[in-house]
């Protein structure tokens, strides 16, 4: 009954998709960013009229303060004695300004802040940001 | 030999054709993985203060009544939580609606926070919003 032959399968033009997934692809690649590694558990309070750095600076250092108050960076736990060490060789190595984030959970209390803000005072570093959200996205 | 050459036996007609399937299968597994993992960043604010030394002064010029000086307290017999200003408890709308009367004259002023040291975080980012809401720029934060 069919007018086709035997031997001649409908062909599906597979250029354009491929062409579509390809852009998506290189969509995704060029557009995920090396993230920082970062404490999950930290809640971070809001701050809808909070300054949101237009480029930020790839040298900020980010210290992380959980509810409990123990500290870290990068996801891995400092002891405040490793912290200042860690910060006094970043210091002499970028100088007195360069930037330090504290992101603090919003539960936690200000005496585990203050641990940290002493440490860096401790070593002259003065100006401190503090990390709040901004926009919540997920 | 003549396949070593470049395979000139082949018959005419005869296209070489490329198997598509396993490289359209591969970019698909990429495309779910990075659809899967893809997540979306909350935008950060930062507010910035400065951390006075302990035992600095202001400056001897400066007047001060250009201080204005909040304390975030978190007390039981001041009833939990709260702020501050000039010796009054006040809520954080009050101290919205003082610093935006004030940042009318003066965004410059220098604004003293005093935080207790069972005092919530939060408290205090609360209050560097509301300081950034009014341009009020001039913060340091020190730890009773």
Known sequence: MSKRRDDSGTQMDMTPMIDCVFQLIIFFVVTITMQQ???EDIKLEFS???????????TTTVIEVDRNGWISM???PLSKAALQDL???????????????????????????????????????????????????? | MARLMGGKDRRKGESPSLEMTPM?????QLLIFFIVTLKQQDILARLEVSRPAPDSRPPPDKRIDELLE????????????????????VSLGELDRQFQRLSQYDKG???????????????LVK?????????????????M
């Open chain 1, 87 to 138: 910060l006094k060789s970043k210091r002499d190595r970028l100088g007195q300004t360069y930037p330090i984030l504290i992101r603090g959970d919003y539960r936690t209390k200000h005496q585990d802040i203050r641990s940290v803000m002493d440490i860096c005072t401790g070593i002259d570093i003065w100006k401190i940001e503090f990390a709040a959200i901004k926009e919540k996205k997920n």
């Open chain 1, 37 to 39: 590694k970062l404490n």
């Open chain 2, 109 to 123: 002023v220098s604004v003293i926070v005093k935080c207790t040291g069972d005092s919530p975080h939060a408290n």
């Open chain 2, 70 to 89: 909040i304390m975030v307290y978190n007390h039981k017999r001041l009833g939990g939580e709260g702020f501050v200003l000039r010796g009054r408890q």
């Open chain 2, 127 to 143: 209050l560097l919003d509301v300081c950034a809401k009014s341009g009020l720029r001039n913060i340091a934060v020190f730890s």
């Open chain 1, 74 to 76: 990068q996801g891995v």
């Open chain 1, 48 to 58: 809808k009229n909070g300054p949101v750095p237009t480029r930020p600076d790839q």
């Open chain 2, 24 to 28: 359209i299968d591969v970019v698909f």
